[in-house]
């Protein structure tokens, strides 16, 4: 590999991870807190089992990242790191939501004022128990956690 493709290979797994966050708010926004409601709903009441049915957009979110590897391995080699990038996002995504904020397995809390502002962005959309009326959908950005109370608080809605 030359310093060139290795440059262009970076780009493209940082540009996958980075869209990755932008679409997963456009999901949990629109999709997740609209028609998917009824597998999301599980995650914003309490666990009854070990897990839940929100945890099956995981899976259907992770088949494009398969698919893209595999085809990165098949002959188009820019798919590689694109789905590389995706995976990568899922792996952070799960040990910051499902491990950093709800707690599902034990996991270094982060401490700096970055992962303590996401933790209390993701509590405040956990907030809101509805469908409707939540705030805060990104997972790895976060508005300003005063703006979220401030915005959740204009809603009648103690955080
Ligand atoms: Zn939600
Ligand atoms: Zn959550």
């Known amino acids: 590999m030359t310093m060139a493709t290795l440059g262009l290979n970076l780009a493209l797994f940082l540009a996958a991870l980075a869209f990755m966050e932008g679409f997963a708010w456009v999901m949990h ?5 609209g028609w998917g409601w009824v597998w999301h709903r599980s995650h914003h009441e309490p666990r009854a089992g070990r897990f839940e049915l929100n945890d099956l957009f995981a899976v259907v ?3 494009p990242a398969i698919v893209a590897i595999y085809f990165g391995v098949h002959g188009v080699p820019w798919l590689l790191p694109v789905g590389l990038g995706i995976t990568a996002y899922g792996a952070i995504y799960f040990m910051f939501h499902d491990g950093m904020v709800h707690q599902r397995f ?5 401490k700096s004022r970055y992962w303590k502002q996401l933790i209390q962005a993701h509590r405040i959309h956990h907030a809101v128990h509805t469908k409707d009326g939540a705030v805060s959908f990104g997972f790895l950005l976060a508005r300003p956690v005063r703006e979220l109370k401030a915005k959740l608080r204009a809603r009648g809605v103690d955080a």
């Open 29 to 33: 926004r629109y999709v997740m807190h």
């Open 61 to 63: 979110f992770a088949a």
């Open 106 to 110: 034990k996991v270094p809390l982060g």
